[in-house]
């Protein structure tokens, strides 16, 4: 069973240009999160797919961001037009729908950590 | 508005020593699930115990316990017997309803350092 994989680890990017991240959950796992991070703090809800429906987003996500998850399985989020306050580690998690309670936690990713200068 | 309170920045503890990290939490729900998580240098957040809303009896998951007061709206999590790989920083969240989907809502976290 592999964990919730995230590509990149690390990204250095200059200020306005456009990131795109890639999140492959756990297999079987239909719920997928995107969070961010900021140095010194816990992570930020952004949003949350369904299978391959985006039910909630976060005002956090900003027009510039948007994020698919285009068959159920993989999801990518892309930043446009990156600004410095973009730079955060963005984490993604999976989870099961049903199942046990243990089953309903979220597994998470170890991050994408973006830099913009 | 619903509010995860870490007022510890940073502990330190003996190895095989325990150590208690404290978290409170505010909401008006019935209905929640209070979570700790670890984050290694490394960057993953792992899941270590879960506690319902409605659970009577406090969680445990081999050296980890959850102390859980509701009425105080506290979930301090207590580890047992210290070792140095627990040497991270722990976050507390909650997640409301207890059986919702994972919109965590997190505190700022306590960094653990565990001393030889």
């Known amino acids: 069973d592999t964990g919730v994989s995230q590509d990149p680890r690390h990204k250095i990017t200059k200020r306005g240009q456009n990131v795109t991240f890639r999140c492959d959950p756990i297999s079987e796992h239909n719920r997928l999160y995107w969070y961010r991070q900021t140095l010194g703090q816990g992570p930020e809800f952004l949003t949350y797919?369904?299978?391959?429906?985006?039910?909630?987003k976060s005002r956090l996500l900003s027009d510039r961001f948007s994020a698919e998850r285009p068959k159920g399985s993989f999801s990518t989020l892309e930043i446009q037009r990156t600004e410095q306050g973009d730079s955060a580690m963005y984490l993604c998690a999976s989870s099961l729908a049903f199942g046990g309670r243990k089953n309903t936690e979220a597994f998470f990713g170890q991050g994408t950590r973006l830099t913009v200068v | 508005a619903q509010k995860i309170t870490q007022t510890q920045p940073g502990m330190f503890v003996q190895e095989k020593e325990a150590v208690t990290l404290d978290c409170t939490y505010d909401?008006?729900?019935?209905?929640?699930?209070l979570f700790w998580y670890k984050q290694p240098s490394s960057g993953e957040m792992i899941f270590l115990i879960y506690?319902?809303?409605?659970?009577?009896q406090n969680a445990t998951e081999g050296r980890y316990s959850l102390n859980f007061q509701k009425a105080r709206k506290s979930a301090n999590l207590v580890i047992s017997a210290s070792q140095l790989g627990d040497s991270a920083m722990y976050f507390c969240?909650?997640?409301?309803?207890?059986?919702?989907?994972?919109?965590?809502?997190f505190g700022a976290g306590t960094r653990l350092a565990v001393h030889p």
């Open positions: 969240a909650m997640r409301r309803p207890s059986g919702g989907y994972n919109k965590l809502i």
């Open positions: 909401t008006s729900d019935q209905s929640y699930g």
């Open positions: 506690q319902g809303s409605y659970d009577e």
């Open positions: 797919f369904q299978n391959e429906a985006q039910l909630e």
